[in-house]
């Protein structure tokens, strides 16, 4: 029945309202840090919450995770907000962790008074050294058991910005022997003299992850708090930090882990597409080659896409890596029923049709989408002088060659059947010009006999009289290898495609495509899908490929 279709976590949300949860304190978050874009990744997460939040009709929050000033950047957190609503969802409460700083540092002070927290003034070389191995236990700080008033003044000198940065943290005390290193008296604060995008320099001491991040949700009253699986050695720690400060009257939240997405021909941390960004290696966050929710968007991908991609991959708890074509194959389905359909000739050969009259223009009609009702139809200049694609002629061919040669008979697609007759060609033995003529009976649509004619090969074109020229940028993997980023010591940087972008200046489109706009979406017959490129400008258009019709990479 219905559970069977329910992943794990949400099992896990179903038992805990069974046992005695109300469905009232449901509540979850997403929690970026503003440090980069948001990518394909992080809809997984969005994805993810959001979607409990919808299923459970529960409040969801956007909480920035803030607390590195030296990382984070205001355009970071406009463009994640911009995203997470173009994606389609809607936040309950926009939250900072920076709005916590204070009473962070109250329960800090707290923890100080009961014994549970000091201040080290080692280095961070020796701390870590003192830490051991998970095998050995570690050895305690010498200043372990400094005493509570010489902890509270020297935090509060910190707090106060009278100690140079990497001079003095704050660790938690709980247990050097622990066999979860991260228990051995882990960090809570450190002192970063940085200004930050929020607080300005309010503060020069800030709260490590795992001090800020469970406060946070029991702020927030988040009862799942739900993470990759890097953090599952945190819980313990997240159990840890809240135990010390959590009264029984509220609700205490609950971290679970899954599985990071990944996808295969790509990178996907912050840290690897900020260097694509710095190094110029593409043109900036939302390059459409980059597997940014803000870069696919640009590519043309639609959020129904990326919903419908997130469903179809799942929520797993074990790392896997999921293969880019299943992306693709999202959005070849989600634009095959949305994209309109349109001409443009990419790489153009001149076509004359012998017997049509000179100077005529004919105004065919040219159905929107055959995929869609009522989808309408627009209006395509036909002509005695046209363009097709270089590739779709052959002087000879075999007789599998569905395509217009010499002798045989073609469909111009809502036009006419067409036959190739001579070619004319330049002194180095390139053809410039392709004579034809056309069955004048058989115009589509028209209910003669003639165009009810059934012929193998349907082309598509456009009016040289008539046509806009365009640039056409398509796209390729930005990486050559499967998992550019698990080379050990190779850098991801050694696998980029140098192929990744082919731009083309000379496209022909119909010029039913002068009225696209941004977002719109097409499909340029037999050529793939396109939308306009945010650089386009009325004298000047600029089509991104999103995808082929058909996936080029199937073995
Ligand atoms: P990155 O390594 O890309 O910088 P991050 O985990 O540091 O990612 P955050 O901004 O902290 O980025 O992530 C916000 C939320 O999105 C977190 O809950 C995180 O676990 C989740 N998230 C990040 N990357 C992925 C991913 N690849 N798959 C699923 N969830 C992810
Ligand atoms: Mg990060
Ligand atoms: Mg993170």
């Given at each position: 029945e219905a559970s069977e279709s329910l992943n794990f976590l949400e099992h896990i949300i179903a038992e805990d309202l069974k046992s005695g949860l109300s469905k009232d304190d449901l509540r979850f978050r997403f929690p970026p840090e503003p440090n980069g874009y948001l990518h394909i990744g992080h809809a997984a997460s969005i994805c993810l919450n959001f979607g409990l939040g919808e299923d459970h009709q529960s409040p969801v929050n956007l909480r920035f995770d803030d607390t590195n000033p030296i990382k984070e950047e205001q355009e970071f957190v406009d463009s994640i907000k911009n995203d997470i609503e173009w994606l389609g969802f809607k936040w309950a409460q926009e939250c900072y962790t920076s709005d916590y700083f204070q009473q962070l540092y109250d329960w800090a002070i707290e923890l100080i008074k009961n014994g549970k927290a000091y201040v080290d003034g080692q280095s961070p070389e020796l701390i870590a050294e003192q830490k051991g191995t998970p095998t050995s236990p570690g050895k305690p700080s010498p200043h372990r058991d400094r005493p509570t008033e010489e902890n509270l003044e020297i935090f509060e000198k910190m707090k106060n910005g009278e100690y140079p940065a990497g001079s003095y943290v704050l660790r938690a005390k709980i247990d050097m022997a622990s066999p979860n290193m991260l228990m051995r008296d882990p960090l809570m604060y450190r002192i970063v003299n940085r200004a930050h995008h929020?607080?300005?320099?309010?503060?020069?001491i800030y709260p490590m992850y795992d001090w800020a991040h469970g406060q946070s949700d029991y702020i927030e009253q988040v009862s799942h708090s739900l993470c990759t699986l890097e953090f599952k050695s945190h819980r313990e720690l997240y159990d840890w930090f809240l135990d010390q400060i959590y009264d029984e009257n509220k609700l205490r939240p609950k971290q679970r882990e899954f599985a990071r997405r990944n996808l295969s021909y790509t990178v996907m941390s912050k840290r690897k597409l900020l260097e694509l960004v710095q190094t110029k290696t593409v043109a900036g966050w939302d390059d459409p080659r980059m597997p940014t929710i803000s870069g696919l968007r640009r590519r043309g991908y639609t959020p129904e896409s990326i919903r419908k991609f997130s469903e179809i991959s799942g929520i797993s708890k074990r790392d896997s890596v999921t293969d880019v074509s299943l992306l693709e194959y999202a959005i070849r389905e989600d634009l095959n029923k949305r994209a309109t359909r349109a001409m443009a000739v990419i790489d153009p050969v001149k076509l004359v049709i012998t017997n049509y009259p000179e100077g005529k223009t004919e105004m065919l009609e040219a159905e929107n989408n055959p995929e869609m009702e009522n989808s309408g139809s627009h209006e395509v200049p036909f002509s005695r002088e046209l363009y097709i694609e270089?590739?779709?002629?052959?002087e000879e061919a075999g007789s599998k060659y569905f395509r217009l040669t010499i002798g045989k008979e073609v469909r111009l697609k809502n036009a006419y059947i067409i036959k190739g007759e001579s070619v004319v060609k330049d002194e180095k033995g390139n053809i410039t010009e392709i004579h034809c003529t056309a069955d004048?009976?058989?115009?589509?649509?028209?209910?003669?006999e003639a165009s009810m004619r059934k012929v193998k090969g349907t082309l598509h074109w456009v009016s040289i009289q008539h046509a806009i020229k365009a640039e056409i940028r398509e796209y390729d993997r930005?990486?050559?290898?499967?998992?550019?980023?698990?080379?050990?010591?190779?850098?991801?940087?050694?696998?980029?495609?140098?192929?990744s972008l082919k731009i083309t200046k000379e496209a022909y489109l119909e010029p039913f495509l002068q009225e696209a706009k941004l977002e719109d979406k097409f499909q340029f017959q037999r050529v793939g899908y396109f939308t306009l490129d945010k650089d386009a400008t009325a004298e000047y258009l600029i089509f991104n490929k999103t995808v082929g019709l058909k996936d080029s990479w199937a073995k």
């Amino acid at each position: 029945e219905a559970s069977e279709s329910l992943n794990f976590l949400e099992h896990i949300i179903a038992e805990d309202l069974k046992s005695g949860l109300s469905k009232d304190d449901l509540r979850f978050r997403f929690p970026p840090e503003p440090n980069g874009y948001l990518h394909i990744g992080h809809a997984a997460s969005i994805c993810l919450n959001f979607g409990l939040g919808e299923d459970h009709q529960s409040p969801v929050n956007l909480r920035f995770d803030d607390t590195n000033p030296i990382k984070e950047e205001q355009e970071f957190v406009d463009s994640i907000k911009n995203d997470i609503e173009w994606l389609g969802f809607k936040w309950a409460q926009e939250c900072y962790t920076s709005d916590y700083f204070q009473q962070l540092y109250d329960w800090a002070i707290e923890l100080i008074k009961n014994g549970k927290a000091y201040v080290d003034g080692q280095s961070p070389e020796l701390i870590a050294e003192q830490k051991g191995t998970p095998t050995s236990p570690g050895k305690p700080s010498p200043h372990r058991d400094r005493p509570t008033e010489e902890n509270l003044e020297i935090f509060e000198k910190m707090k106060n910005g009278e100690y140079p940065a990497g001079s003095y943290v704050l660790r938690a005390k709980i247990d050097m022997a622990s066999p979860n290193m991260l228990m051995r008296d882990p960090l809570m604060y450190r002192i970063v003299n940085r200004a930050h995008h929020r607080t300005g320099t309010d503060w020069c001491i800030y709260p490590m992850y795992d001090w800020a991040h469970g406060q946070s949700d029991y702020i927030e009253q988040v009862s799942h708090s739900l993470c990759t699986l890097e953090f599952k050695s945190h819980r313990e720690l997240y159990d840890w930090f809240l135990d010390q400060i959590y009264d029984e009257n509220k609700l205490r939240p609950k971290q679970r882990e899954f599985a990071r997405r990944n996808l295969s021909y790509t990178v996907m941390s912050k840290r690897k597409l900020l260097e694509l960004v710095q190094t110029k290696t593409v043109a900036g966050w939302d390059d459409p080659r980059m597997p940014t929710i803000s870069g696919l968007r640009r590519r043309g991908y639609t959020p129904e896409s990326i919903r419908k991609f997130s469903e179809i991959s799942g929520i797993s708890k074990r790392d896997s890596v999921t293969d880019v074509s299943l992306l693709e194959y999202a959005i070849r389905e989600d634009l095959n029923k949305r994209a309109t359909r349109a001409m443009a000739v990419i790489d153009p050969v001149k076509l004359v049709i012998t017997n049509y009259p000179e100077g005529k223009t004919e105004m065919l009609e040219a159905e929107n989408n055959p995929e869609m009702e009522n989808s309408g139809s627009h209006e395509v200049p036909f002509s005695r002088e046209l363009y097709i694609e270089k590739e779709d002629f052959k002087e000879e061919a075999g007789s599998k060659y569905f395509r217009l040669t010499i002798g045989k008979e073609v469909r111009l697609k809502n036009a006419y059947i067409i036959k190739g007759e001579s070619v004319v060609k330049d002194e180095k033995g390139n053809i410039t010009e392709i004579h034809c003529t056309a069955d004048l009976e058989s115009r589509s649509g028209s209910g003669t006999e003639a165009s009810m004619r059934k012929v193998k090969g349907t082309l598509h074109w456009v009016s040289i009289q008539h046509a806009i020229k365009a640039e056409i940028r398509e796209y390729d993997r930005l990486f050559l290898d499967e998992a550019p980023d698990a080379h050990g010591e190779k850098s991801f940087m050694e696998f980029l495609n140098p192929e990744s972008l082919k731009i083309t200046k000379e496209a022909y489109l119909e010029p039913f495509l002068q009225e696209a706009k941004l977002e719109d979406k097409f499909q340029f017959q037999r050529v793939g899908y396109f939308t306009l490129d945010k650089d386009a400008t009325a004298e000047y258009l600029i089509f991104n490929k999103t995808v082929g019709l058909k996936d080029s990479w199937a073995k």
